[in-house]
């Protein structure tokens, strides 16, 4: 049994996502119907609704007569992202203390032990999580019972943030802060204790915008400073 177009176009998709986020295909990359017609040996109708999920994503620019590429994200959008993102998840956080509380410390604990470990190995790096089903925002918008904040996030904020951080993937030194950040604010949600929880994630992002900005900077001037 063959797919369906809209099967194909949502495997495609997939395909693609997973490129543009990893890495493989950069922000600016040319994403030619053609070309990915023949790399993938379908039609360019599947080609086309591929790139329109990916747009609707907000990880593919489409300019019409120019064609579509991976999108770039400048400062002022990565900044609206993140004031999207820190009202949206100090909502989860407080709303997953009400929901979750101390039946969320096994799964926490597990997380964190998780993380811990890749700090330790990369002690300089990035905090840099390997799956969303490991991911600790993930978790708390699932433990928050939302299920719009859960998709506002995993399937539009989040894909936006991990091609941002394709640019930016390393911030020195964050990694360690920001788990000392995620055991505070699952404390917090293990005590059950909503304000505190939503404050502390707050100030999470608000730290995590702060170092990725001076990133931002710093990558605007080496540009610069190449041309």
């Not at 797919?3 to 495609?12: D, I, P």
């Not at 969320?104 to 998780?114: K, M, N, V």
Request: glycine share 8%; charged share 25%.
């Amino acid at each position: 049994m063959t797919e369906s177009r809209t099967l194909v176009s949502e495997r495609l998709a997939a395909e693609l996502r997973d490129d543009i986020l990893c890495g493989a295909l950069v922000p600016g990359s040319r994403l030619g119907e053609m070309a990915l017609a023949e790399r993938f040996a379908v039609s360019r109708g599947p080609v086309r609704a591929a790139l329109g999920l990916l747009s609707e994503a907000g990880i593919v620019q489409i300019v019409p007569n120019s064609g579509a590429r991976v999108r770039i994200i400048g400062r002022s959008d990565a900044r609206a992202l993140y004031q999207v993102r820190t009202a949206l998840e100090a909502e989860a956080a407080t709303l997953a203390a009400s929901n979750a509380g101390r039946h969320a410390a096994p799964r926490f604990r597990q997380l964190l032990d998780q993380h811990g470990a890749q700090i330790a190995a990369h002690p300089e790096g990035a905090y840099l999580q390997a799956s969303s089903d490991r991911d600790f925002h993930v978790v708390i918008a699932e433990l928050s019972g939302n299920p719009l904040i859960l998709r506002y996030l995993t399937r539009e904020l989040y894909p936006q943030l991990s091609l941002l951080r394709v640019k930016h993937r390393n911030v020195t030194g964050r990694g360690a802060v920001a788990l000392k950040e995620h055991e505070r604010i699952a404390a917090a949600i293990i005590d059950g204790d909503g304000e505190i929880a939503g404050l502390l994630m707050r100030r999470h992002i608000r730290n995590s915008w702060t170092a990725l900005e001076m990133q931002l900077s710093q990558t605007e001037q080496e540009d610069e400073t190449r041309t």
